[in-house]
């Protein structure tokens, strides 16, 4: 009987350990020691199970259960914050969970509008790195230095159309960075955000479009500067589009302060006529590049164009934009509005 009873403890131990080293192969060892970054969305409301499952969907973990078994036992199940986060198969299952639940400590938000400079400056603040590791791989937009224009550098990543530089292209968003994350993983980690939410959800939308992907991001990037409600966006792109058919200047104040870097929305005569492809008061068409980084709803608004009968528009110190029919009703309503 004694004999019995330690073959069964026998049999116990050697089936906890087992189990244990089940549990700790799933949970603490990477999938793919040397699996590459990749951009994991969690959306708010998603449940713990939603989550785990699209993480072994995007095999970044081995198994679901694994990820809803720690993150229960470990307390953090209920704390995973949304967002979007730089992850990869070769971390662990209990790294991902620990990524996840510290989030808010590890906060990287780019706000929609931003252009590289704000983005460079952002990340150097934060600890991030300089803003010259930034424009290293991202390319630095034209500045004002010394009263002569620097034109625009070209940055080491080329990912995205353009000339090697990836204005426009960094998706603003929230993303969780570890401390330490180099910098180029932190960039890469907006292009792919923009190829998710951006190349993958408008596909269809971008190929039946009549412009090519960088005209619309172009676009896209002045109706983020100039408006701020989305069926306003959407009249403000058709009558770029109506200026451009008749041969009539853009005449983008948006542009101008993307060369001087100054928040002022009154712009001097003199800065209308500084010499680069980016200004709107000088050369035809749409500007040579975007001048920042776009929400989607900026960009669904360039897809979108409505025509209409209005040919200038303005926007008054409330934000609210005033469309005018002809040049006299537009100069009225800058003088009603803006004086």
Partial sequence: MQKKVHIFLGVLLLFALLLSFFVYWGVFTEKN???????????KGESLRQIAGSLEKENIIRDKNFFVFYAVISGKGKDLKAGTYLLSSSMSVSEIVKEMFRGSENRVTIIEGWNLR????????GGFGSRQ???????????????????EQRGVLREKPGEGMLEGFLFPDTYYISPGT???DIVKAMLLNFERRVLNKLEEEIEESEMALYEIITLASLLEKEVTDFDEKRVVAGIIKRRD?????????ATITYLTGRRSVAIP????RIDSPYNTYVYSGLPKGPICNPGIDSIKAALSPKESEYLYYLSKPSGETVFSRTHDEHVEAKNRYLR
Avoid: C, H, S, W
Avoid at 245 to 253: A, K, R, T
């Fill in 118 to 125: 704000d983005i460079a400056g952002y990340l150097e603040e």
């Fill in 33 to 43: 020691p040397r699996g590459e970054d990749v951009v994991f969305v969690v959306e």
């Fill in 245 to 253: 058919e008749i041969g009539m200047n853009l005449q983008i104040d």
């Fill in 182 to 184: 180099p910098m180029e």
């Fill in 133 to 151: 590791d930034f424009y290293q791989l991202a390319g630095a937009p034209p500045m004002i230095k010394d009263g002569e224009l620097i034109p």
């Fill in 269 to 272: 005569i003199t800065e209308t």
